[in-house]
């Protein structure tokens, strides 16, 4: 039972009480409808890995499973050779950079709405932290594209180029073309898009710390900060881990502004600031002009590989919010 | 052993380094909102909101243009995706609160998670594979298909918190005076969450209105108003995220300005949703 202090069981009120044939055909009927609704969630997760895969099988059997995955040549111009490593390397690098880059200020923000500030300002940032979240992608890839990317140009890639010109020319292709449009572009908005992500989650996490955590640690002399270093932080790991997880997970998925800032360059990036791709990326640029049958299923069958990486992400997330929530405040 | 001075002062330190993110994470939602505002502004006007797109000389040529027909597309794909998806949603929000002991609920519940945490592009491929394929075109109800799947999982997991809410007496109460189980839920339980069920649309409608990914292969877009109403729903339609993304891309300075306004009009949609639902649930926490 979850709530109040009574002697039925949820299973017993969940058995049709005796009555007349048209009850138990009213609850049979409301409990199948309700059922078959809800199957559509299963179904829609089920039959996304069927299309995709299905759509991209033209692909896997010309390349091979792994032969694609490994390719690291895509060429719908000429030689119709189709390879994901590229677009595969792309969103691995950007989306594990930017969770380095978004991890430690998303932390510090739930530390401060969470434990430092009063209720009515910790409100408020909430607000303004979800508020962030809620700005479509699109709206900040125009943003970025019209004033962060010439920004970053002109004051801070030309100068470290040309700084990089005159004292270590070999260095050169490693850092890339200073265009503005690129990884490293890229890597910083999708840092700033994931913030709220991390945020969100690591509050929910340290809301879950019980009281009396705190104050044992309070008891002992301790400051704010060592309760938190020492009570907080080891009890909600576990979320706070699971938070990034997920947040790493909206990272990978992230689609436009990353397509509308990252270069969309189709072979394995090699450069920091330089431009390259990631698969959600070709994706969208490609898709709806795509040449010829292999092409498209070519793009599905990256698609395909997106939901496995996506799927493996989500599932992680899950076991490890599932195994530190329990354990965490006696493992510390 | 660190002296008590040094504790205090490490506390200090870590709490105005706590302070300084907050301060820093929050700099780009000023700069990009006042960006958008300050360089659209010049662009809304009636025209705007009354007239097509057209092509582009009609903007060089320095005709009026707007994106009446986006504003509207915006609507007809989003509702049709909330007609779609709710049914579903709402389904699988009861069965989850509803059914607490059924086997299904687990997986249901990993599913539903697993669902929202896929890349919005991906169920634009579903739809795309589901609709637009099928029915050899690219359709404004392609673009609803692909946001619904949008919504499915808020949905199901909003309703689920909702129902959830309501305390589990009130269930007892209505099988005592003897409702069977579905009235209990649909003549009670429901109509006492209204408040949360309403909120939970209103995220979901939030949270699709600003996907631009799912319908740029889904419903296309449209520069011109469809000549029939059927246009809405059988023909390319347009929308304010991915109208948003193709003026930004294109390389006329007039549509640029255009852009930005796209952008107002999409913020404000957005912020409006949010705000509104935030008060919903703020009124229902006070009560």
Request: hydrophobic content about 55%; proline content about 6%; glycine content about 10%.
């Given at each position: 039972m979850r709530k109040g202090n009574t002697t039925i069981s949820t299973s017993e009120l969940l058995r049709t009480p005796p009555g007349p044939l048209y009850r138990w055909l009213g609850d049979g009927i409301f409990s199948w409808t309700v059922f078959i609704l809800g199957m559509a969630v299963i179904v829609s997760t089920i039959l996304m890995a069927i299309v995709l895969y299905l759509d991209g099988a033209e692909a896997f059997s010309r390349f091979g499973i792994w032969g694609f995955l490994r390719g690291r040549v895509w060429d719908p111009?000429?030689?119709?050779v189709f390879g994901s490593l590229p677009f595969l390397f792309g969103t691995v690098i950007t989306s594990v950079v930017s969770l380095l880059i978004a991890f430690v200020p998303a932390v510090a923000v739930a530390l401060f709405t969470a434990e430092y500030s009063p209720r009515w300002l910790s409100q408020i940032i909430e607000n303004l932290i979800n508020l962030i979240a809620a700005i479509p992608s699109v709206i900040v890839g125009l943003w970025g594209v019209f004033v962060l990317a010439p920004w970053l140009r002109g004051t801070i890639y030309t100068p470290v180029y040309l700084w990089t010109l005159d004292n270590a020319p070999s260095l050169l292709p490693i850092l890339g073309n200073p265009i503005g449009y690129g990884m490293a572009t890229a890597t910083l908005v999708l840092a700033v898009m994931i913030i709220p992500y991390t945020t969100a989650l690591t509050v929910d996490a340290l809301r879950l710390v019980p009281r009396e955590q705190r104050e044992a640690a309070y008891a002992l002399g301790a400051t704010k900060w060592e309760v938190i270093k020492m009570a907080i932080i080891p009890y909600a790991r576990g979320g706070i881990l699971a938070g990034a997880m997920l947040s790493f997970g909206r990272a990978i998925g992230e689609t436009m502004a990353v397509a509308m800032l990252i270069?969309?360059?189709?072979?394995?990036?090699?450069?920091?600031i330089g431009p390259a791709s990631t698969m959600p990326s070709v994706i969208v640029n490609e898709f709806r002009e795509a040449v010829g049958n292999l092409h498209l299923s070519s793009l599905m069958a990256v698609g395909f590989y997106l939901f496995l990486v996506s799927l493996a992400v989500n599932l992680v997330a899950a076991h490890i919010q599932r195994k530190f929530s329990f354990t965490g405040g006696r493992a510390v | 052993m660190i002296s008590l001075q040094r504790r205090y002062m490490y506390d200090k330190l870590m709490k105005l380094f706590f302070a300084v993110n907050t301060v820093l994470v929050l700099i780009p939602l000023v700069i990009i909102i006042s960006y958008v505002v300050v360089q659209g502004i010049g662009a809304i006007n009636l025209d705007f909101f009354t007239q097509e797109l057209g092509s582009p000389s009609r903007a060089m040529r320095g005709q009026p243009t707007g994106l009446v027909h986006t504003i509207i597309g915006t609507f007809v794909i989003d509702f049709m995706a909330l007609i779609i998806a709710m049914p579903f949603g709402l389904g699988a929000g009861i069965m989850l609160s509803e059914?607490?002991?059924?086997?299904?609920n687990p997986l249901l519940r990993i599913m539903t998670d697993t669902l929202n945490g896929m890349p919005a592009v991906l169920k634009g491929l579903l739809a795309w594979a589901l609709v637009v394929k099928p029915m050899g075109g690219f359709s404004g109800f392609a673009g609803g298909v692909a946001l619904a799947f949008v919504m499915l999982p808020i949905l199901a997991r909003s309703t689920e918190s909702a129902l959830m809410n309501i305390p589990w007496s009130l269930r007892e109460a209505g099988l005592a005076v003897g409702l069977p189980r579905w009235r209990v839920v649909m003549s009670v339980i429901v109509p006492a969450s209204k408040t949360g069920l309403v909120t939970g649309l209103l995220i979901a409608f939030a949270r699709a209105v600003g996907e631009a990914a799912p319908l740029l292969f889904t419903s296309f877009g449209n520069n011109y108003m469809p000549n029939r109403w059927t246009g809405w729903i059988f023909g390319p339609v347009d929308s304010l995220p991915q109208r948003l993304y193709s003026l930004a891309i294109s390389p006329y300075r007039q549509w640029h300005e255009l852009g930005w306004a796209a952008g107002i009009v999409l913020l404000s949609l957005v912020i409006l949703s949010f705000i509104v639902a935030r008060l919903a649930t703020m009124e229902k926490k006070y009560r």
């Amino acid at each position: 039972m979850r709530k109040g202090n009574t002697t039925i069981s949820t299973s017993e009120l969940l058995r049709t009480p005796p009555g007349p044939l048209y009850r138990w055909l009213g609850d049979g009927i409301f409990s199948w409808t309700v059922f078959i609704l809800g199957m559509a969630v299963i179904v829609s997760t089920i039959l996304m890995a069927i299309v995709l895969y299905l759509d991209g099988a033209e692909a896997f059997s010309r390349f091979g499973i792994w032969g694609f995955l490994r390719g690291r040549v895509w060429d719908p111009g000429s030689s119709f050779v189709f390879g994901s490593l590229p677009f595969l390397f792309g969103t691995v690098i950007t989306s594990v950079v930017s969770l380095l880059i978004a991890f430690v200020p998303a932390v510090a923000v739930a530390l401060f709405t969470a434990e430092y500030s009063p209720r009515w300002l910790s409100q408020i940032i909430e607000n303004l932290i979800n508020l962030i979240a809620a700005i479509p992608s699109v709206i900040v890839g125009l943003w970025g594209v019209f004033v962060l990317a010439p920004w970053l140009r002109g004051t801070i890639y030309t100068p470290v180029y040309l700084w990089t010109l005159d004292n270590a020319p070999s260095l050169l292709p490693i850092l890339g073309n200073p265009i503005g449009y690129g990884m490293a572009t890229a890597t910083l908005v999708l840092a700033v898009m994931i913030i709220p992500y991390t945020t969100a989650l690591t509050v929910d996490a340290l809301r879950l710390v019980p009281r009396e955590q705190r104050e044992a640690a309070y008891a002992l002399g301790a400051t704010k900060w060592e309760v938190i270093k020492m009570a907080i932080i080891p009890y909600a790991r576990g979320g706070i881990l699971a938070g990034a997880m997920l947040s790493f997970g909206r990272a990978i998925g992230e689609t436009m502004a990353v397509a509308m800032l990252i270069g969309n360059r189709n072979t394995l990036p090699f450069s920091i600031i330089g431009p390259a791709s990631t698969m959600p990326s070709v994706i969208v640029n490609e898709f709806r002009e795509a040449v010829g049958n292999l092409h498209l299923s070519s793009l599905m069958a990256v698609g395909f590989y997106l939901f496995l990486v996506s799927l493996a992400v989500n599932l992680v997330a899950a076991h490890i919010q599932r195994k530190f929530s329990f354990t965490g405040g006696r493992a510390v | 052993m660190i002296s008590l001075q040094r504790r205090y002062m490490y506390d200090k330190l870590m709490k105005l380094f706590f302070a300084v993110n907050t301060v820093l994470v929050l700099i780009p939602l000023v700069i990009i909102i006042s960006y958008v505002v300050v360089q659209g502004i010049g662009a809304i006007n009636l025209d705007f909101f009354t007239q097509e797109l057209g092509s582009p000389s009609r903007a060089m040529r320095g005709q009026p243009t707007g994106l009446v027909h986006t504003i509207i597309g915006t609507f007809v794909i989003d509702f049709m995706a909330l007609i779609i998806a709710m049914p579903f949603g709402l389904g699988a929000g009861i069965m989850l609160s509803e059914y607490p002991d059924h086997k299904i609920n687990p997986l249901l519940r990993i599913m539903t998670d697993t669902l929202n945490g896929m890349p919005a592009v991906l169920k634009g491929l579903l739809a795309w594979a589901l609709v637009v394929k099928p029915m050899g075109g690219f359709s404004g109800f392609a673009g609803g298909v692909a946001l619904a799947f949008v919504m499915l999982p808020i949905l199901a997991r909003s309703t689920e918190s909702a129902l959830m809410n309501i305390p589990w007496s009130l269930r007892e109460a209505g099988l005592a005076v003897g409702l069977p189980r579905w009235r209990v839920v649909m003549s009670v339980i429901v109509p006492a969450s209204k408040t949360g069920l309403v909120t939970g649309l209103l995220i979901a409608f939030a949270r699709a209105v600003g996907e631009a990914a799912p319908l740029l292969f889904t419903s296309f877009g449209n520069n011109y108003m469809p000549n029939r109403w059927t246009g809405w729903i059988f023909g390319p339609v347009d929308s304010l995220p991915q109208r948003l993304y193709s003026l930004a891309i294109s390389p006329y300075r007039q549509w640029h300005e255009l852009g930005w306004a796209a952008g107002i009009v999409l913020l404000s949609l957005v912020i409006l949703s949010f705000i509104v639902a935030r008060l919903a649930t703020m009124e229902k926490k006070y009560r």
